[in-house]
C-alpha cells in the first residue's frame, strides 16, 4: 500500500481480526502484540478511572478496550466512534451485551454535543491522523465533547513517520490541547525496549516486505517471536526508554 485511505485501511484490517474469533489486538497478532495488549490494559487503560463516568473511546477498533472498562470498571454510559465502517459491524458484534452506543464518523469530526461525556480516550488513532489540519481538528472535538479529562495513549518520537503513521512528540500534543483548554498533567511510557526491539530484529529479517497490518504469519514465526518474551518482557522493567506508547492525560483547565 502506498497510499492511506483511513477508511480502507482499517476495514481491510477488521477482516482480518474477524477470522481470529475472540481477540482484539487492532493490528498483528502475534505473541509480541499479545504480551504489548496485556500490559497495556494492566497499566495503561485499568488505571484510568471510569466508574460511574460517561466515557468515549475515539477509534474503538474491534471493540476490545470498551468491552474491557464495560466488564472490569462500572462506567455509567460508554460511547465510541470510529472511521471504519466494518471496523463497526465487528465491534458491534463483540460488543452485543453490553450498554456501548457507536457511531461511524469521517476521522476528524464527532457527532455528540459539547461537553457529553466526562472522559474521552484514543489508543494509537492521533498518530495515524497524518494530516495536521485535520489532527488539529479531531482534537478540538475530542475537548469539545469532553468535559473533564482527556487520556491519549500514542506513540512517540521526533516526528518519524510513514505511511499513516506519524510519531510526534509529546510536546505537540501539549501545545495543541493546550490551545483548547486542557492542560497536560501526567506522561507515562508503556515499556517495552527489549521486547520490542527483539520482535523488530525478527520483524526485519524474516517477515515478507509484502506483510500487511493484521495479516497472520506462521506457527514457526510465531515461535521466533515469542520464545524469549519472559525473559526479554523482565528485562523491560529494568531497561526503560521515553519513547513509543505513552500515555497522556489531560485536563480541563
Known amino acids: 500500500m502506498t497510499n492511506y485511505e483511513p477508511e480502507v ?3 481491510r484490517v477488521a477482516q482480518e481480526i474477524e477470522k481470529r474469533g475472540n481477540n482484539y489486538i487492532a493490528g498483528d497478532d502475534n505473541p509480541y502484540y499479545r504480551y504489548k495488549r496485556r500490559k497495556f490494559l494492566k497499566e495503561f487503560l485499568d488505571t484510568i478511572d471510569v466508574q460511574s463516568k460517561t466515557v468515549l473511546e475515539v477509534g474503538f ?3 476490545g478496550n470498551l468491552k474491557h472498562l464495560a466488564m472490569h470498571h462500572a462506567p455509567t454510559k460508554l460511547f465510541g466512534a470510529d472511521v471504519s465502517g466494518k471496523m463497526l459491524e465487528l465491534a458491534t458484534k463483540n460488543l452485543n451485551k453490553h450498554d456501548v452506543t457507536l457511531a461511524k464518523i469521517d476521522g476528524a469530526n464527532l457527532p455528540y454535543p ?3 461525556v466526562d472522559i474521552s480516550f484514543t489508543v494509537t488513532v492521533l498518530q495515524h491522523n497524518t494530516d495536521d489540519t485535520a489532527f488539529k481538528r479531531l482534537v478540538q472535538e475530542l475537548c469539545r465533547v469532553t468535559k473533564t479529562m482527556i487520556v491519549i495513549m500514542e506513540d512517540i518520537g521526533a516526528g518519524q513517520s510513514g505511511i499513516g503513521w506519524i510519531a510526534r512528540p509529546v510536546e505537540t500534543y501539549r501545545s495543541v490541547f493546550a490551545e483548547c483548554g486542557f492542560t497536560l498533567s501526567d506522561v507515562r511510557f508503556l515499556n517495552t ?3 520490542r526491539r527483539w520482535y523488530e530484529s525478527i520483524d526485519r529479517r524474516f517477515i515478507s516486505s509484502r506483510h500487511q497490518e493484521g495479516d497472520p504469519i506462521s506457527f514457526a514465526m510465531k515461535c521466533l517471536i515469542g520464545l524469549p518474551v ?5 528485562l523491560d522493567r529494568v531497561f526503560v526508554e521515553k519513547a ?3 500515555k497522556m492525560v489531560l485536563q480541563r483547565a
Do not use: D, E, H, M
Open 61 to 63: 477498533g474491534p471493540g
Open 9 to 11: 485501511y482499517w476495514s
Open 230 to 234: 519472559p525473559i526479554t518482557s523482565r
Open 193 to 195: 525496549k527489549i521486547s
Open 244 to 246: 513509543n506508547l505513552a
Open 114 to 116: 459539547t461537553q457529553v
